[in-house]
Nanobody, 115 residues
Framework: QVQLVESGGGLVQPGGSLRLSCAAS????????MGWYRQVPGKQRELVAS???????NYAGSVKGRFTISQDNTKRTIFLQMNTLKPEDTAVYYC?????????WGQGTQVTVSS
């Protein structure tokens, strides 16, 4: 079993920055890929960015050039540096990983971009 705990969400003005963190615990040796997803009302949860244990990254087109995903492999923690935030980035952000056919999700952290 894997547990994921997110932190770092909050309220920021357009153009501002936030950094999200997600710490994994439990059977972390089985983790190969971790990622950030977000969900807004009326929309399907979507991938924002992901990273593998060897550092391969993937980004949604809407965040390329603004967001950066990174990791600390020793601590099995991932980060999402979000710059030049836009109101459209407002969502609940979830950390996700998978192991042995099971998906694991964090509880989510709210990010609100508003003046």
């Amino acid at each position: 079993q894997v547990q994921l705990v997110e932190s770092g969400g909050g309220l920021v003005q357009p153009g501002g920055s936030l950094r999200l963190s997600c710490a994994a615990s439990g059977s972390i040796s089985s983790i190969y890929r971790m990622g950030w997803y977000r969900q807004v009302p009326g929309k399907q949860r979507e991938l924002v960015a992901s990273i593998t244990i060897i550092g391969t990254t993937n980004y949604a087109g809407s965040v390329k050039g603004r967001f950066t995903i990174s990791q600390d492999n020793t601590k099995r923690t991932i980060f999402l540096q979000m710059n030049t935030l836009k109101p459209e980035d407002t969502a609940v952000y979830y950390c996700k990983t998978d192991a042995a056919g099971t998906d694991y999700w964090g509880q989510g952290t709210q990010v609100t971009v508003s003046s």
